[in-house]
Structures are given as structure tokens and as C-alpha cells.
């Protein structure tokens, strides 16, 4: 049987949509170990099963609240067949942060630009198919308040869930000094074959340099090049304090932006309207 997550900011539409999708028949339990509720559900769709899981509303993937970390976790551990991220079409850049995070885990990520109706009412038009051809996964229009688009969803669903490929592991550029580093990071781990059984290479070499709590010290935990790459992510980082007046976590998620304005730039157009003034 697929699994499927349903993922996304808070109130982008995801709990209207797990129950389009499920009928409002599902059973409610915790993620383990934790009070952060758990929405769970058989549903056939075209007389196949999937199992579909509403996590909780984030907007973004760094494990600083609970609500993040069991998102990441659930993804990492439970490994969903495909993960539905939902997006806020009314707010798309902001939205679209947890998607490049997604697509940097190679995370099985693919889209719902739900809120469409109101992304039209304030007169934004997007299109779509640059959209999906940008983002390279599948983007499904929905009004999940009104459960329009959940069929044509739960189709790309079942043909996502079912292909080899699925999306590629996003790439971005960090700039040049991050890069160099990254590069020479991502080797050490993979020749000495660090965690790369759960994770990314490139994935863990970007979380070492973003001092990501959780993955510095299940490394710590594994040994190998762990220091190594702890020496090599403190170097880089007192270079930017110095250079930059930053951190490379900083300069990681303004990169991000960068790539999802330079996305968003050939897909999103605005008409001004009064109507904005009512939002
Ligand atoms: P969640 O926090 O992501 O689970 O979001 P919810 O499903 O609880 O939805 C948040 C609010 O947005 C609710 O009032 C929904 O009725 C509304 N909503 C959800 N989807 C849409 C949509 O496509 N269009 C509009 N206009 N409202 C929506
Ligand atoms: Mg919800």
C-alpha cells in the first residue's frame, strides 16, 4: 500500500484537503512520543490503497519547533511514497520555502496550489504549467474549501506514487564559498559512507553547515568524519562572520529565496486591484 503526506504551511488548506481526499473518515492518534495529533486514513482511489497522513503545518523544515521536527522526522523515518505539498497560491514565495526544502532531501515531493480562488480574487495570475515545468514535479490546482481538483489530484497521486523517478534532489547554489565547501564536504561524507544510508550526502554536508542540531549530533552519535566536517563547517562559518557580517545558515536560506524569486519571476504575474485593499 502508497503512503502519502500531506504537508505544508499552517493553514494553507492541508486539513481541508486530507478530508476532501478522505472523506472525513480517518482515525486520530499522536505522532509517538510526542502531543502533536496525528490524522490518519485509509482511501481506494481507481481500486488502489493508500494510506494518507495530514502532518503538522510548518514553514519550514529546520527542526527548531516540535512541529517541524516531527515533519522531517516522519519523512526521513516513515519514508511516504509521495508527499503532497500544499501550497498557498496567494502565497507563493513564502509557501514554496518548505518545497525547496523538500527537494533538497530528494525528499518524493510533488504539488497541490490550493487557494487558487483566492490567488485570483487578489489578481495573481499564475501559470501553472511554468510552474510545474520550474519546480520539475507535477502541480495540481485545488480549492480545497470548495473540494474542487481533489480527483485530478489523487490521479497525479497514484502516477507519481507509481514512477521510478519521482523529483530529482534539488541543487541549489549557495554562493561560492558555500559551494566550494559543500562540495569537499559532500566527498568526505560519501567516501566514508556517513549516514548517507538515511541521508543525502549533499543533504548532510548543507545541515552540518546550517549547525542543524539534530543531524550535527546523531553524527556526533556515528563518529566517522564527524569532526572532520564539524571543523570544516566552523571554519567556513567564522570566514562569513568575518567576510559577511553572517552565518552560513542565513546565507543558506537567503539563497533559497533567491532561487524561489528567480522561480517565481517567469510564473507569477500581479494586476493591482482595489480588491487587494479587502486581503
Ligand atoms: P491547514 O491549517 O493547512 O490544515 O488549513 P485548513 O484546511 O484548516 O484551512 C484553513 C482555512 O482556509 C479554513 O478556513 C479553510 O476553509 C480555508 N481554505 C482551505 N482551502 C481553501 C481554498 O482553496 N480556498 C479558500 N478560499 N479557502 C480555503
Ligand atoms: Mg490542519
Known sequence: MKSVAIAG?????????????????????????????KKEAKIKHNGEEFVIVDLPGTYS??????????ARDYVVNEKPDVIINVLDASNLERNLYMFVQFMEMGAPVMAALNMVDVAKLRKINIDIKALGEKLNVPVIETVARENKGTKELLDEVAKFGASQKKSSPLDISYGPDIDEVLVKMETKIKDAGFMTAKYLPRWVALKY????????????????????????AEKLNSHIKTTQKT???????DYRYGYISSILKSVVSHEDSPLDRLY
Open 9 to 37: 504551511n499552517p493553514n494553507c488548506g492541508k486539513t481541508s484537503l486530507f478530508n476532501n481526499i478522505t472523506g472525513a473518515n480517518y482515525h486520530v492518534a499522536n505522532y509517538p512520543g510526542v502531543t502533536v495529533e
Open 247 to 253: 552565518t552560513a545558515e542565513n546565507l543558506i536560506a
Open 61 to 70: 523544515l529546520s527542526p527548531y519547533s516540535l512541529e517541524e521536527k516531527v
Open 209 to 232: 553547515l546550517e549547525n542543524d542540531e539534530q543531524i550535527v549530533s546523531e553524527g556526533a552519535e556515528t563518529g566517522g568524519v564527524h569532526h572532520e566536517l564539524s571543523a570544516m
